[in-house]
């Protein structure tokens, strides 16, 4: 049956939204053998499912999905952004909670930077947030090596050109020199691979520390290194317009304080 006729939605985004890898990932692992459908291995992503269909990854069911959900975490430095690596270095998901549901990092910080790693049950989520054209900024600290003047970033304010790749104007300020070191804030609306170190490279001065600040709306605030604080539904609603986990209902109040409530309202 034709995928415009069958109902339901595409595999890939379907297995996204539940959190288990993104849509091109979801790709591979189809390719690989690895996802089965009411039994049948498939062999293609140009697949609809619906909520009745039994959908197997790895060997193992995969549940309907969770509300969607977004977390701060605050990334020390000498972690992988990733859930296993080829070298076996540390990852982040040998330090988050055990409580926490199965979750995947919105873009990347490399090894040996810190700071705001958003993290989400929902791979839409992930998606939308990670989007180019979302143009949402993202805020970093960053300490260079060198005595550098204001002027010294104009160019890179402007935007430039690097082996062939094309960087965007960044926002940068000179916040203070602090001995041989200067630390500054920078402000990106896209990603690209160590962008800013290579960044600094080009200016001659080198990133000894770098330490995300925000993305966006969402900000690491007083988050210590290691910490992770899940974003209240609420705000979660407002800044991406969709439906989330609901927020925890406050505890009622203890029963003297509410007939205390009571008899000042009857004196009003």
Known sequence: MSNETNPG???????????????????????????????????????????????????????????????????????????????????????????????????????????LLLLTNDGEIKRRLELPKTGWLRKYRARVKGTPEDSTFDGLRRGIVLDGERFQPM????????????????????????EIRRAMESLGLVVNRLIRISYGPFRLGELKSGEVEEIKAKVLRDQLGLDAAPDIEPKPKPKRERVERARRNRKT
């Open 9 to 115: 939605e595409r595999i890939a985004k379907v297995l996204a939204r539940r959190g288990v890898a993104s849509r091109r990932e979801i790709e591979r692992m189809i390719d690989a053998g690895r996802i089965s459908l009411n039994g049948k291995t498939l062999t293609s992503p140009a697949q609809n499912v619906v909520d009745s269909d039994r959908i197997i990854v790895d060997g193992k069911p995969v549940a309907q999905a969770e509300p969607a959900r977004l977390w701060r975490y605050n990334k020390p430095s000498g972690r992988v952004t990733s859930a296993n690596d080829e070298k076996g270095r540390l990852t982040i998901f040998d330090d988050l909670p055990e409580d926490l549901p199965r979750v995947m990092p919105v873009g990347r910080l490399d090894l040996t930077s810190e700071g």
């Open 171 to 194: 926002e940068i300020t000179l916040d203070r020199q602090q001995g041989s070191n200067a630390w500054i804030t920078v402000g990106l609306r896209e990603g690209k691979n160590r």
